[in-house]
């Protein structure tokens, strides 16, 4: 039978594009299909703050930070917990992230036109032992022009291709079954779905159009995870973390289903890990949604004071951007599945951050003009529009309007305002003592250490009841679904692997697809960052894997 490509790409995101633009430059045939329209090329990327782990960088290097290959992997391993057999091929991954992370990444990046933000952040701090989970040093470097400035020189190499001849895209195509001939992986069957011209990331339509079939050397899956899927995510859900929440918000649009990951397995592809997953904990609806459940995560500084639903403290080291695993555990030990910042005027005008590029406009937009101005007093633009309409938001001059107002916002009135009023100045208290014992001031006090918090990302330390630092603001947080550990199983050739450990010969995946890797790169838990750079490692180890065995 005829080929009608040398490899097909299933899956559109920035995987997908890394892989078609290395096969490309190979010189190889491809088809990328993708079940959404055009509008949504580049995927979840595309939505993304653009953050990219970096080890020992110029960035950090100007900012005085100290870094090293040795610390980066000594960092891995203790948020990843490795401890199943089937790790063996994620952390062989791990280790050639890290090693990517620390060589080449930077100046293959940079080659192709991308640029840093030059303040380094400093997220998953992690909070227990050195040899516990978090980075121990800031890593988190924010792309110009956030998740589209880091799409684009690949979506800029895959139209290249287009013009060649070399690649065709094909959208509406919904895959639903692979096969294999003579031993190797070579056939996609699916659905033409109908044309739509719905706006990216909004829902489009299923409705079927027609039926295809397509051969090849080899196929490579890059179509994502499960987040969007809010019934296999509580599938999959481990007892480790409890019982899942009633509520969870969708830190994806509703494509990201997970319906690939069950065929690739259908076909023999070992899907391993499954119960390793990555939601976050400080979610907010979306005022202005652009897909159902739509939800933003806070990227919080350090100074917020984090209640559980009846006005608690969380216990150490839950602070504010430190644990987001940890703190997702806790919470759901507590019968509640939300929890609350309570914070001031004052800190959520230095410390709120909202990820994703839309939510960000002048990263996005790269104007040094804009970006220059959250120096200035006020918060951003985008940030005073949720604490504006947000659903989520409680603004208040004073603690008693406070808990009324967050007692408005659940079934039962669950904050005692005394309670909450005595953790509150037990809390300020310490803001004036330099030996104090409460650890999230000394946390505080050690982010404005680095200058890079200090500018931009940590208030000067002030008592949360100082009416010069108010109006008093509450926020609720919701549990925000938004990647998969764990995946396919794969070699350091992105070659799927059968539950035996051989290879399923014309298989590839990658991205989230692959657990950004090996079947879960990141083992339990993801120091930021890591996202984006596993769609682009994995993505480019499959396509030039590919390339190689179709030459």
Known sequence: MALDADVIVIGAGLAGLVATAELADAGRKVILLDQEPAASLGGQAHWSFGGLFLVDSPEQRRMRIHDSHELAWQDWLGTAGFDR???????RWAEAYVDFAAGEKRSWLHGQGVRFFPVVGWAERGGLLASGPGNSVPRFHITWGTGPGLVEPFVRRVQAAVARGLV?????????????????????????????????????????????????????VTSGGIGGNHELVRKAWPARLGTPPEKLLSGVPAHVDGLMLGIAGAAGGHLI????????????????????????RILPGPSSLWLDARGKRLPVPLFPGFDTLGTLEHIMTTGHDHTWFVLTQKIIEKEFALSGSEQ????????????????????????EAFKKHGADFV????????????????????IDEAELRREIEARDREMA?????????????????????????????????????????????????????????????S????????????????????????????GYRSLEGTFLGGCLFSGRAAGRAAAKATG
């Open 433 to 493: 003592n330099p030996f104090g014992k409460d650890l999230q001031v000394t946390a505080i006090h050690g982010a404005r250490r680095y200058l890079g918090d200090k500018l931009i990302r940590t208030a000067t330390p002030h008592r949360l009841l100082d009416p010069k630092a108010g109006p008093l603001i509450a926020v609720r947080l919701n549990i925000l679904t938004r990647k998969s550990l764990g995946g396919l199983e794969t070699d350091l050739d």
């Open 168 to 220: 065709e895209l094909r959208f509406r195509h919904r895959v639903t079954g692979l096969a294999a001939s003579a031993g190797a992986v070579d056939t996609i069957t699916g659905e033409v779905l109908v044309p739509s011209t719905v706006a990216r990331g909004e829902g489009s339509s299923r409705e079927v159009a027609g039926s295809f079939e397509l051969r090849a050397q080899a196929v490579i």
């Open 273 to 296: 890990n499954g119960d390793r997953m990555w939601h976050y904990t400080e979610g907010i609806e979306n005022w202005d949604p652009i897909w159902a459940k739509h939800g933003i």
């Open 495 to 522: 070659r799927v692997l059968r539950a035996d450990g051989s290879v399923l010969d014309g298989l590839y995946a990658a991205g989230e697809a692959a657990g950004f890797g090996g079947g879960g790169v990141h």
């Open 360 to 383: 960000n406009p002048d990263l996005t937009g790269k104007s040094v003009r804009d970006v220059l101005r959250r120096a200035l007093p006020g918060a951003t633009a985008p940030v």
């Open 85 to 91: 057999p089937e790790d063996a091929w994620p952390r």
């Open 395 to 414: 603004v208040a001059d004073s603690l008693t309007e406070l808990v009324a107002g967050m007692n408005a916002k659940t079934p039962d009135a669950l």
